[in-house]
């Protein structure tokens, strides 16, 4: 018994000393940790619940708006929860730039969603990182530049689009039309006849599909079930809209698989006709020489993809809100038609002429900063950060959010309402605004934004030329309602209007 008792008393201070050991490296390892922490301070935020997160404090339909509100509590800097995700936002101008401009490298990589991961794999331009991104981005610029993006041969191509684009309206005689598909199908053109080497005709089915399915899909991933199935992917055999955008991107594969298939049996290498023909030259070269590269078919796929989806869906959604501003301030619109009138009269306005054109201009620009419709991009930072007092930890998700930008009360006059004068000096002339962010900024800016301001001036003034844009008959001009749909991008709700052809 006796030696029983001296192995229980031994075992207990054996016990004892190890429990004593471990309380004491805890002790040194929090304050370790806390001393860290001060060091490396976490931005602010509200408090999260175990899994959920911030979740119920957020409106997933109108994520964008939530964290806008919850940045006047908490700072330019703070942590909200998406579930178990991290994810530190970024409000106001001032920070904003600093972060994507100053700090270009360090908040440049892209967090992808679990619905981009399914689609795309890591692959194209919009959901990818490191070298495969940087070749793609590379040879994507390049070629759309060789292909007219910025010249002259494009300014043509639209202003012939323009034409198609003018009688498909007129063949509405006055009546009311849904804007959506005229004006999604006249951009697409734009960036199908660089990217494949030709456009399509309106009622083209093949063409007409495409269209709709890249849209419908950019609507589905910015809804609420997404939204939860990226946060909880093991939901995902129970997310009809999961299985919905997947059968589409399938659809739209097969599709794009067999105008490859096309444009591969009549290539001439010494004469590509678009980004396409380029691409799969530089893969045959390749292929011969025997070099592993980045370029190889599922490149090719997911970076048709992405150009033909933001190529359609930001300057078209741009332009359905131009015409549905213009029908709800009908005076803005006189002013637009007057100056046109004035200055270049019933010949087609030209790039140049947009110095000729500050009003119309600041139209434009106006309809970009208030449809806000790119609110915000998820980004993911490549290294360690100190970033205004906080530290911010590489493989970080970040939100910059635009909207707080085009909305910045230090930086706007009336940033709620549809107010040209921001684009004007007291004597009228056009002046640039710094906190004019709808393309982004820094690594990540959009590569076709020269392309897309090009668009919207020859389009717009186009149009502004041919018609005049009403509401429908028996709704008035304060019925039209300027609140956005739900989507990965803001469109307008659905709405019609009317083409009213002005006399020539």
Known sequence: MALLDLFLQSSISISLFWTLVVLLLIYLVSSLSFSSQEDKKDPPGPKPLPLLGNLLQLDLGRTYKTLLELSKKYGSVFTVYFGPKKVVVLAGYKTVKEALVNHAEEFGDRDSMQIMDDHCQGHGLLWSNGDSWKEMRRFALTNLRDFGMGKKACEDKIIEECGYL?????????????????????????????????????????????????????????????????????????????????????????????????LKETLNPQMCRGFVDAFLVRMQDLEKSGINSHFHSENLMMTVFHLFAAGTDTTSTTLRWALLLMAKYPKIQDQVQEELSRVIGSRQARLEDRQSLPF??????????????????????????????????????????????????????????????HFLDKDGKFVKRDAFMPFSAGRRVCLGESLARMELFIFFTSLMQHFRFTPPPGVSEDELDLTPRMGLTLNPSAHKLCAIPCEQ
Not at 202 to 211: H, K, N
Not at 218 to 231: F, K, R
Not at 381 to 387: C, G, P, V
Not at 401 to 416: A, G, N, Q, R
């Open 166 to 262: 003018v009688e498909v309206l007129k063949a509405f005689k006055g009546e009311a039309f849904d804007t959506t598909q005229p004006m999604n199908c006249a951009a697409s053109n734009i960036i199908c006849s660089i990217v494949y080497g030709s456009r399509f005709e309106y009622d083209d089915p093949e063409f007409t599909s495409l269209v709709y399915r890249t849209n419908r899909n950019i609507q589905l991933a910015g809804t609420p079930s997404i939204q939860i199935y990226n946060l909880f992917p093991w939901i995902g055999a129970l997310n009809n809209t999961k299985k919905e955008i997947m059968k589409l991107a399938s659809a739209n594969r097969q599709q794009n698989s067999r105008l490859f298939s096309r």
């Open 360 to 421: 119309t201009d600041a139209v434009i620009h106006e309809t970009q900063r208030l449809a806000n419709i790119v609110p915000m991009s998820p980004h993911r930072m490549s290294q360690d950060i100190n970033f205004q007092g906080y530290f911010i930890k590489k493989g970080t998700t970040v939100y910059p959010l635009l909207t707080s930008v085009l909305y910045d009360e230090d930086e706007w006059e009336k940033p709620h309402s549809f107010y040209p004068a």
